[in-house]
């Protein structure tokens, strides 16, 4: 993957940026709040259709404008493409309607997706071209935010190596907003026929269909992860760490009467990946698929009548986590902040890793600002990782702590106040 040309217009604080980038190293130069995350953030939307610093589309008009544009031209397997997306505020949109379409009551477009010159309103038609990986700041919430940071996490490295993965979640959370709306409407009647038996065994099944591909999907990712991440660490840690990871499943939770106590924390003895492993290697897929069909139908059935009160579906995938274990310990609650920054980068050089062996050519790496938050052994483990035919860009304020051999080839680009361009930087040898 190779990006030759980026262009922004009314971006943030971008009113217009139109910049060449180079393969190999790139590196933004600026003081904080001057534009650097915010062009990563560009390419990171074109890349997955989303924006890990907000949902609100509207957030990434410039204030005062009526739609902004980003457009990439660059290189997937040695063909040239083409990605542009356009958001509209609700004025640019009336604009954009005719009286003929407003009297019908035409909903106006908010969005539009062009791939290749052809254009589309779904944001799901830019995924899976341009594929990058991403370290920020935010990685740290892997360790130190909620369970739904973890389960975006794995989900995010699934949708890069198979994007059809991202339509069977959006599949997944439909069905079981429908389903929630069942339960709260059965409350609120105060009556359960058996018609409405029969309407909540239905989503039931829908639940656990789609949700057991989805459980299946992540214990694949994860199963590959956890090798890759357990010899980061080692390195990172000179063999004193030790990294386990379990796939948290409430509904065998529920299954399972036998607990252990570790440090604190309740595990329960029966993981996902313990219960497929109890399948021959040899069976396919829709074996291993059957059996978590069966648990989670098991806890929807078990759980309906709490699930009535709280009118909320209480198990399957949207309700699991990933739990990390330093030698033994639960890493959000144990491990220093140097142990959690160590943790983190193993997870996500893993993450790079594994996306870079999948695809037939390395992603581009977006690195924004994070070689600041890291001392020389861990720059230097992260930028080992970085070959030469990797396009890499990175955001800092300032480059006198970086390896000066690293920077021998770089072309810098200096960012102030929404504006950028490329300059010269004097490298101290």
């Known amino acids: 993957m190779l990006i030759e040309k980026l262009s922004l217009s009314n971006f943030r604080n971008y009113s217009h940026a139109f910049l060449d980038l180079h393969p190999g190293l790139n590196i933004l130069v600026g003081e904080n709040a001057q534009g650097k995350t915010n062009f990563l953030e560009a390419i990171e939307l074109l890349s997955t259709g989303y ?47 005719g009286l003929e379409e407003r009297l019908t009551n035409e909903k106006p477009r908010k969005r539009k997706v062009f791939v290749n010159g052809v254009s589309y309103s779904l944001l799901k038609k830019l995924r899976g071209r341009l594929i990058t990986v991403t370290f920020n700041t935010l990685d740290l919430n892997l360790i130190r935010g909620g369970p739904s940071h973890r389960r975006d996490w794995i989900d995010s490295v699934i949708v890069r190596l198979k994007p059809a993965f991202y339509e069977q979640l959006s599949k997944y959370q439909k069905v079981v907003q429908q389903r929630n709306k069942l339960l709260k409407g059965l409350f609120e009647s105060n009556h359960l026929s058996a018609r409405d038996e029969d309407q909540l065994d239905a989503w039931n099944e829908q639940v656990a269909k789609y949700g057991a591909h989805i459980i299946l999907w992540r214990r694949k990712a994860l199963q590959e992860l956890i090798i890759k991440a357990k010899y980061y660490l080692s390195l990172i840690s000179d063999q004193n760490e030790s990294l386990s990871i379990f796939y ?61 009160v709280r009118g909320q579906t209480l ?51 977006l690195l924004d600002d994070v070689l600041a938050e890291l001392d020389l052994k861990r720059q230097s483990l992260l930028m080992s990782q970085i070959n030469s035919d990797m396009q890499t860009i990175i955001s800092t304020t300032h480059v006198s702590n970086f390896n000066s051999h690293w920077l021998e080839s770089a072309h810098f680009y200096e960012v102030k106040s929404g504006t950028i361009g490329a300059t010269e930087i004097k490298v101290a040898r």
């Open 51 to 97: 924006s890990s610093r907000t949902s609100s589309e509207s957030d990434f008009i410039q204030h005062g404008k009526s739609k902004t544009h980003i457009e990439a031209h660059f290189l997937a397997r040695n063909v040239k493409e083409n990605l542009a997306l356009s958001l509209f505020n609700e004025a640019e949109m009336l604009l954009e309607l």
């Open 315 to 365: 198990s399957g995938p949207h309700r699991d986590d990933l739990i990390f274990l330093l030698n033994d310990k639960e890493a959000t609650s144990f491990a220093s902040q140097g142990q959690q920054r160590s943790l983190v980068l193993a997870l996500k050089l893993s993450e790079l890793e594994m996306i870079r062996e999948h695809l037939s050519e390395p992603p581009v790496l």
């Open 248 to 308: 948290r499943c409430r509904a065998l939770e529920l299954n399972s009467d036998k607990r252990h106590h570790r440090d604190g924390q309740n595990f329960h003895d029966i993981k996902i990946l313990e219960l497929l492993s109890s399948i021959h290697n040899n069976s396919h897929d829709n074996e291993e698929e059957k059996v978590i069909v069966q648990t989670l139908l098991h806890s929807l059935n078990k759980r309906k009548l709490e699930e009535l």
